[in-house]
């Protein structure tokens, strides 16, 4: 018995498709953090487990959805995610032999509306998990989870469908930013010239070849810049941070 568990906001033009691909599941929790599109309406036609809580940061609010579900094993998915059929196989075989407690999901995106090369490198995330050895940090707009036991890599991959468009993808990196820098802040880190000036390149080169984007054509370009730019962006702004704390302390 799984239970899926998912926090979502407007996201009418995608969880039709997400809960879908989880119907056949013991359980869906959905935590709403103040939807006014049709995203409740939606929602309503494969579950009654729906609940309100304003948001409290991606780990918290995580954290808080995964203490609803009522089942050991658990499933988190986003709105503008779909389990593909392959891995639904992969995720009860795995329940069903017990070896593992938790399992690293591939990601399959999609950028301006169109599949990334099967080619380009995967991400990975940890999705799967039994809940009572699962804990989420404290991140705001990130989450990390920490599982206590073996995990598994599985296979066949999770479609993911946000970045429809550049300022979608843009708009996330600069919300992403904001919040990663005052994370590292918060945790005393301070910003490195060196690592302002070369994470740009850096990073463009790591998503261009060694992460094979340039097999993407024109879309794999424009989605390493903004990669790359994702990267000096949280740096920029952790100097920000640090400026403002020097001005104030004077």
Known sequence: MISVFLVVQNEEKNIARALE????FAEIVIVDSGSTDKTLEIARRYTDRIYHQAWLGMARQKAFAKELCTHEWVLNLDGDEELTPALREEIQTLVAQNQFVGASLPFQEYFLGRKIHPKTKQNRHLRLFRKSLGEYGHERDHESLTINGPIAKLKAPVNHYGEFSIAVKVDKINR???SKALDKFEAGKSSSLAKLLLVFPVMFFKSYVLRRNY?????GFIGSVVNAFYAFLKEAKLYEQNVARDTESK
């Open 215 to 219: 097999l993407n054509g024109r879309r």
């Open 21 to 24: 691909s989880v119907k056949d």
């Open 176 to 178: 992403y930013s904001t």
